[in-house]
T-cell receptor, first 111, second 116 residues
Framework: DAKTTQPNSMESNEEEPVHLPCNHSTISGTDYIHWYRQLPSQGPEYVIH???SNVNNRMASLAIAEDRKSSTLILHRATLRDAAVYYC????????????FGQGTRLTINP | EPEVTQTPSHQVTQMGQEVILRCVPI?????FYWYRQILGQKVEFLVSFYNNEISEKSEIFDDQFSVERPDGSNFTLKIRSTKLEDSAMYFC??????????????FGQGTRLTVV
């Protein structure tokens, strides 16, 4: 699976939008972009995934650059509960049966 | 909302002892996984399991590790002779379809294994 690059940490304020960037310049045409998060002392939790078009769900939005070399996870209105490590993971269709986690971005939310 | 359940939440064992970590995946899921996370480090894949067989395993998953689905609901990870370096958080996960089809994975809350 291709590599992703994320900032080690970010900080934001409660009730403000948060934009979490991910660079994946070596992405291939069949790589899906997945986001998971890990709240403190919990297992990873699926957030969202997409291929080319922007995606929205109840948790977040995923904005994918036109060249697909980067993407941004958007939390529209952060709460204290959104404080977590966020992982951007590329997955090839038909690829291995596993998720490959990097170090992710540790998001701190200030009250 | 359906969830993956892991027991125990914390297990302390002596070096050299066998441990079995238990998981109950989501009931209509067919694909099962174990991951581990050493304190302060990345989440690492151990093994995937489908149709009563291992479908993929990592280099970490050596002869000391085994997995089993002894009945229709449980999925277990056994470590035969624990070492200090096996101390970690172990996460079970399940998916309805194979991970290769980019499906959502559901993780349990984890079992913290401490080897002393």
């Amino acid at each position: 699976d291709a590599k992703t690059t994320q900032p080690n940490s970010m900080e934001s304020n409660e009730e403000e939008p948060v934009h979490l960037p991910c660079n994946h310049s070596t992405i291939s045409g069949t790589d899906y972009i997945h986001w998971y998060r890990q709240l403190p002392s919990q297992g990873p939790e699926y957030v969202i995934h997409g291929l080319t078009s922007n995606v929205n769900n109840r948790m977040a939005s995923l904005a994918i650059a036109e060249d697909r070399k980067s993407s941004t996870l958007i939390l529209h209105r952060a709460t204290l509960r959104d404080a977590a490590v966020y992982y951007c993971i590329l997955r090839d269709v038909g690829g291995a049966q596993k998720l490959v986690f990097g170090q992710g971005t540790r998001l701190t939310i200030n009250p | 909302e359906p969830e993956v359940t892991q027991t125990p939440s914390h297990q302390v064992t002596q070096m050299g002892q066998e441990v079995i970590l238990r998981c109950v995946p989501i009931s209509n899921h067919l694909y099962f996984y174990w991951y581990r996370q050493i304190l302060g480090q990345k989440v690492e894949f151990l093994v995937s399991f489908y149709n009563n067989e291992i479908s993929e395993k990592s280099e970490i998953f050596d002869d000391q590790f085994s997995v089993e689905r002894p009945d229709g609901s449980n999925f277990t990870l056994k470590i035969r002779s624990t070492k200090l370096e096996d101390s970690a958080m172990y996460f079970c996960a399940s998916t309805r379809r194979p991970q290769s089809l980019n499906t959502e994975a559901f993780f349990g809350q984890g079992t913290r294994l401490t080897v002393v």
